[in-house]
T-cell receptor, first 115, second 113 residues
Framework: DADVTQTPRNRITKTGKRIMLECSQTKGHDRMYWYRQDPGLGLRLIYY???????NKGEISDGYSVSRQAQAKFSLSLESAIPNQTALYFCATSEPTSGRTQGQFFGPGTRLTVL | EDKVVQSPLSLVVHEGDTVTLNCSYEVTNFRSLLWYKQEKKAPTFLFML????IEKKSGRLSSILDKKELSSILNITATQTGDSAIYLC?????????????FGTGTRLQVFP
């Protein structure tokens, strides 16, 4: 089984709809992250969380919100989706120590299309 | 503003060729540089470099960091079609007790038989 899973893997929705992307991990890591990837722009950090009670904005948090329901679960919501939120979304995890030797571990990604 | 720049953006080679991918960074309080390989979807970790001049190797892949030049290179020797992927580099700097990653846009490598 994969260590970091994301659901759904693909989603097509319409402008104005509320969308939730979910991430689960079995690595036992405290730190979780949400990124989006756009062609020509690389990966950009949306939100990150150090534990259930600690959530922080990344560089592009506008239009997004997150919820850390448990150590293993971190969900990303688009309250009212817009076309420029069409992108590939990645969840990632890390530990304070392993993060300094192995970086972050990424999920398989969710391809979101907003029409 | 912190940034990471990769070059070239795209590279097409034949099997057996050797390639060098470049990554330069301007990051406040730089801590380390990471290389990832992204094939179909999720980026997978290749190397983390923290010390200048020390080469890290894994099979046909190797990487080195030059802190004076604020750059790193990733070398792939005797390329194979399975090396076709996007190669991402990311710089880290301490922020709120964690290492935030600042990614470059990636180099797309295509290896043809």
């Amino acid at each position: 089984d994969a260590d970091v899973t994301q659901t759904p893997r693909n989603r097509i929705t319409k402008t104005g709809k509320r969308i939730m992307l979910e991430c689960s991990q079995t690595k036992g890591h405290d730190r979780m992250y949400w990124y989006r990837q756009d062609p020509g722009l690389g990966l950009r950090l949306i939100y990150y969380s150090f534990d259930v009670k600690d959530i922080n904005k990344g560089e592009i948090s506008d239009g997004y919100s997150v919820s850390r329901q448990a150590q293993a679960k971190f969900s990303l919501s688009l309250e009212s989706a817009i076309p420029n939120q069409t992108a590939l979304y990645f969840c990632a995890t890390s530990e304070p120590t392993s993060g300094r030797t192995q970086g972050q571990f990424f999920g398989p990604g969710t391809r979101l299309t907003v029409l | 503003e912190d940034k990471v720049v990769q070059s070239p953006l795209s590279l097409v080679v034949h099997e057996g060729d050797t390639v060098t991918l470049n990554c330069s960074y301007e990051v406040t309080n730089f801590r380390s540089l990471l290389w990832y390989k992204q094939e179909k979807k999720a980026p997978t970790f290749l190397f983390m470099l923290t010390s200048s001049g020390i080469e890290k190797k894994s099979g046909r892949l190797s990487s080195i960091l030059d802190k004076k030049e604020l750059s790193s290179i990733l070398n792939i020797t005797a390329t194979q079609t399975g090396d076709s992927a996007i190669y991402l580099c990311a710089a880290t700097h301490p922020s709120y007790n964690t290492d935030k990653l600042i990614f470059g846009t990636g180099t797309r490598l295509q290896v043809f038989p």
